[in-house]
């Protein structure tokens, strides 16, 4: 195909017809299992696309240092089964984008499943309010990483001296984990917190 027949190929679907195509992802998840599971975990990330060239939604992000898309990817933590890959530009996702796709994906699932139980995992920067509120809503479990803040560094410091205490040359690394309540600034309320 020429370079212009293919550029046509790519604008000719609609927004409409992309959902579509993003839903039928998650079905064809869905039917890809001979019953329905009773618990599932989604493990959500996004990862940097390089382009090469003026691509519309293209975005320079420091972050990789390019020039790239940013797509979502959401598997099945425990069959590594695909669940939706969204292009979208090259930036970090909002917490409003988050839970919009969150949103989508939760509802396609238990449209299929209605009893299955969700465990959502993902990083730092999925750990936002708005999605914190629609996993809550949606009855869905989280795993979610959190950045360390001055706060959350006072907090861990007693446990980071006794940590730092048991070290020897026979043992280099020792880890604890501690859960403590806390409420970041954005956050509505209190939540569990496990710190490493």
């Known amino acids: 195909m ?47 696309d390089p382009v090469h060239g003026q691509q519309e939604l293209a975005l320079f992000n420091a972050h990789y240092d390019c020039t790239c898309f940013q797509p ?67 009855r869905c479990d989280y795993i979610l990483g959190f950045a360390i803040n001055s706060k959350l560094l006072e907090i861990a410091a007693p446990w980071r001296e006794n940590c730092d205490m048991r070290r020897s040359k026979m043992k280099p690394t020792v880890r604890r984990f501690h859960q403590l309540p806390y409420r970041a600034r954005q956050w509505r309320r209190l939540r569990k917190l496990i710190a490493r």
């Open 2 to 48: 020429s370079q212009p027949t293919l550029s046509r190929l790519e604008n000719l679907p609609d927004w409409r017809a992309l959902a579509r195509i993003g839903l039928g992802q998650i079905d064809l998840y869905c039917r890809s299992f001979a019953r329905p599971p009773r618990r599932i975990v989604l493990d959500i990330d996004d990862t940097d």
């Open 72 to 138: 979502i990817h959401i598997f099945d933590g425990l069959s590594g089964k695909p669940v939706l890959s969204l292009l979208r530009p090259g930036k970090r996702p909002s917490g409003e984008e988050v839970a919009n796709v969150l949103r989508h994906v939760i509802r396609r699932i238990r449209k299929h499943w209605p009893k299955v139980r969700i465990l959502v995992r993902g990083d730092s920067h999925y750990c936002s309010e708005p999605a914190l509120e629609l996993l809550e809503a949606m």
